[in-house]
């Protein structure tokens, strides 16, 4: 008799709308790794991948509402059975929008990445313990944050009280140990607990023209100052005050000498 063959999990994706925080389990979206099976979607919101053949995956997920994304996943775990990953989307211009809402929109690199927050408007992140580079451990960082804020697969900034070191990066997910997350990578510099400032990031891609959209769900009030970062061949960084309830225009381009 043929030996049967058994159907073993092995990453599960759950989507993640950026600005309203909250799993997406509508319909319109795909979600597909290049040379597998499709995965089984789950009506709570899960894409469930099963026998994947490879140490490492691009995950790949399209919809009308939200801006393409695609997310490279380790299929490393030794603690659990199978790869669970959050992937956060970004709304696009199809995305229905409550009316007063603030948005930005602009020009940089095609291709480039969009980083934008602020120190001013949010709710800031701490160290629990002091981070520090080299062996197993770098990969992961102790957060502290407000109880009703999820991270992972958040992009944040972080920078040390007197901005010597600074840098973006990004949750990969969390631990089992609590207020523990592992890193999509380890941070470039050392970091104390004491002193160190962690902010959410609203990130978002400019498209082959250049042109990218981004709403801002947690602007408080006017007048607070926003950094905004195109990363694509080269860095253009510009402070910009955002005038809340309204599209704001941004100019990422670098300019000429």
Not at 186 to 196: E, M, N, R, V
Request: proline share 5%; net charge neutral; with cysteine.
């Amino acid at each position: 008799m043929a030996d049967r063959v058994k159907t073993r999990v092995s990453l599960v994706v759950e989507l993640i709308d950026d600005f309203n925080n909250r799993i997406i389990t509508g319909n319109g979206i795909r979600v597909w790794i290049p040379g597998e099976k499709p995965p089984v979607r789950k009506p709570e919101g899960y894409y469930v991948f099963t026998n994947l053949s490879q140490a490492q995956a691009e995950v790949f997920i399209e919809s009308g509402m939200y801006e393409r994304q695609s997310v490279p996943v380790d299929l490393w775990e030794t603690d659990a059975a199978y790869t669970a990953r959050k992937v956060r989307l970004v709304p696009g211009r199809a995305y229905v929008l409550p009316s007063g809402t603030t948005c930005v929109e602009g020009l940089a690199e095609p291709g480039s990445r969009i980083r934008i927050f602020s120190r001013e408007s949010v709710k800031t992140l701490k160290l629990l313990y002091d981070y520090a580079r080299g062996g197993e451990q770098e990969w992961k960082i102790g957060i502290y944050h407000p109880e009703d804020m999820d991270i992972e697969g958040k992009s944040l900034y972080i920078e040390n009280r007197d901005k010597s070191n600074y840098e973006f990066f990004r949750i990969s997910k969390g631990c089992k140990e609590g207020g523990r997350y592992v890193l999509s990578e380890p941070l470039k510099s050392d970091y104390k607990k004491i002193g160190t400032t962690i902010y959410p990031v609203h990130t978002a891609n400019a498209d082959e023209n250049g042109r990218f959209f981004l709403p801002i769900s947690d602007i408080r009030e006017n007048g607070c100052e926003f950094f905004c970062e195109a990363e694509g061949t080269g860095k253009t960084a510009r402070n910009y005050t955002l005038v809340k309830g309204t599209v704001n225009k941004l100019d990422l381009l670098k300019k000429d000498e």
